[in-house]
Antibody, heavy 120, light 107 residues
Framework: QVQLVQSGAEVKKPGSSVKVSCKAS????????ISWVRQAPGQGLEWMGG????????NYAQKFQGRVTIIADESTSTVYMELSSLRSEDTAVYYC?????????????WGQGTLVTVSS | DIQMTQSPSSLSASVGDRVTITCRAS??????LAWFQQKPGKAPKSLIY???VLQSGVPSKFSGSGSGTDFTLTISSLQPEDFATYYC?????????FGQGTKLDIK
């Protein structure tokens, strides 16, 4: 069955960077895209960006442009999301989610989430 | 960015009830609308895509409709496991924006 397994919780200092991984299994990696969505404590869902590994194409929300980088390693079926210049407002659970490569692309499966805490 | 507005923000209902949640887009998005269910401390679960198509394994008590700017999610015969927060999301234009969520709790 399809699984997206994310890396573990992180505690970071303001101004630093965090890199979260999302390893996919149970499907053909090149047939899907991966999006990243975050959820601050007690808040709603926020789309950050996504990648289609087979096309090497990324899209980022303007809000995160310049701070977020999403890359894919097809050899390990893993997608990484790196967020830099962290501030306290970046404290959130970060989810990866799978979608088709055909746009507009809907999400079908989600990772379990990774809590990133930004604190001095 | 396309703004997605859900109503109501919260809703109380009883087991066995039928409820409807509305999602409105600030501009037309054709039928590129998805619905998700999220329970406390858990990842979202995909319910519906293309406004009305059930994801694999989702029971037929969930149904979606709409096109353009106005969409609905209907849940019939509520069971205890259906009490959760529901989100809509448009995926017609980047960035793929979500509604603010509708919290469904037991009356």
């Amino acid at each position: 069955q399809v699984q997206l397994v994310q890396s573990g919780a992180e505690v970071k200092k303001p101004g630093s960077s965090v890199k979260v991984s999302c390893k996919a299994s149970g499907g053909t990696f090149s047939s899907y895209g991966i999006s990243w969505v975050r959820q601050a404590p007690g808040q709603g869902l926020e789309w950050m960006g996504g990648i289609i590994p087979s096309f090497g194409r990324t899209n980022y929300a303007q809000k995160f442009q310049g701070r977020v980088t999403i890359i894919a390693d097809e050899s390990t079926s893993t997608v990484y999301m790196e967020l830099s210049s962290l501030r306290s407002e970046d404290t959130a659970v970060y989810y990866c989610a799978r979608s088709s490569v055909v746009t507009p692309a809907y999400v079908d499966y989600w990772g379990q989430g990774t809590l990133v805490t930004v604190s001095s | 960015d396309i703004q997605m507005t859900q109503s109501p923000s919260s809703l109380s209902a009883s087991v066995g009830d039928r409820v409807t949640i509305t999602c409105r887009a600030s501009q037309g998005i054709s039928n590129y609308l998805a619905w998700f269910q999220q329970k406390p401390g858990k990842a979202p679960k995909s319910l519906i895509y293309a406004a009305s198509v059930l994801q694999s394994g989702v029971p037929s008590k969930f149904s979606g409709s709409g096109s353009g700017t106005d969409f609905t999610l209907t849940i019939s015969s509520l069971q205890p496991e259906d009490f959760a927060t529901y989100y809509c999301q448009q995926y017609n234009n980047f960035p793929y924006t979500f509604g603010q969520g509708t919290k469904l709790d037991i009356k």
